[in-house]
């Protein structure tokens, strides 16, 4: 099983253009996230999706769109990109986000470069 | 403070040397807690869950301390391959908010 996968794997942006991030899993998870890692920041959650056809805002969403496509995919949307953005950015599923604290499984990451 | 702090370390440790590190949280309603390993230039992963009766996976032991809100992961007979970043994580509370620590970077030498 391939999990969760991302792509790209790397981007390089001018400020002001707008990509897409895809996540796909195959895991049958109902819940995805959508996260970035900055250097002494740890990971910060930016949307999740606990289950098909809905989503919120985590901690820093301000810049940033998603969808949940279907049950497998959940996708970021940055709109007018900032150099601020310049991140690694993960997707994540887990089976659930409420019940029986089930683990997040992640992508292997999206480095992506604002210029 | 922090909701989810860790030392950053490094911990530099000798192969075979035993090493632990403790993660503090903040929220008394958490309810979940991991540690995940993280590798550099890559991807977190489940290292373990940590359950309140303490948990050992072969040389990885997880302790959970609620009274004073903190976690920990014990090492033995440590590997070079064990040298990576290791990601306290803590769930409840809200959306059942999952929040991770900045890591503690462990360095295994030979």
């Known amino acids: 099983n391939a999990g969760v996968t991302q792509t790209p794997k790397f981007q390089v942006l001018k400020t002001g253009q707008s990509m897409t991030l895809q996540c796909a899993q195959d895991?049958?998870?109902?819940?995805m996230y959508w996260y970035r890692q900055d250097p002494g920041m740890g990971l910060r959650l930016i949307y999740y999706?606990?289950?098909?056809?809905?989503?919120d805002k985590g901690e820093v969403p301000n810049g940033y769109n998603v969808s949940r496509l279907n049950k497998r995919e959940f996708s970021l949307r940055l709109e007018s990109a900032a150099p601020s953005q310049t991140s690694v950015y993960f997707c994540a599923s887990s089976a659930n986000t409420v019940t029986q604290g089930q683990p997040q499984h992640f992508g292997d990451g999206t480095r992506l470069s604002i210029l | 403070r922090k909701e989810v702090e860790q030392d950053p370390g490094p911990f530099n440790v000798p192969e075979g040397a035993t090493v632990a590190f403790n993660c503090t949280y903040s929220?008394?309603?958490?309810?979940?807690f991991f540690w995940y390993r993280q590798d550099c230039r890559k991807e977190p992963k489940l290292l373990m869950s940590?359950?309140?009766s303490g948990n050992e996976d072969g040389r990885f032991t997880a302790q959970l301390n609620r009274a004073s809100q903190y976690i920990s992961l014990l090492i033995r007979d440590s590997k070079l391959s064990d040298s990576a970043t290791y990601l306290c994580?803590?769930?409840?509370?809200?959306?059942?908010?999952?929040?991770f620590g900045t890591g503690t970077k462990l360095q295994v030498i030979p």
């Open positions: 994580v803590v769930k409840g509370g809200g959306y059942q908010k999952v929040t």
């Open positions: 940590v359950y309140s």
């Open positions: 999706s606990a289950s098909e056809g809905t989503t």
């Open positions: 895991m049958n998870h109902n819940s």
């Open positions: 929220n008394s309603a958490s309810q979940s």
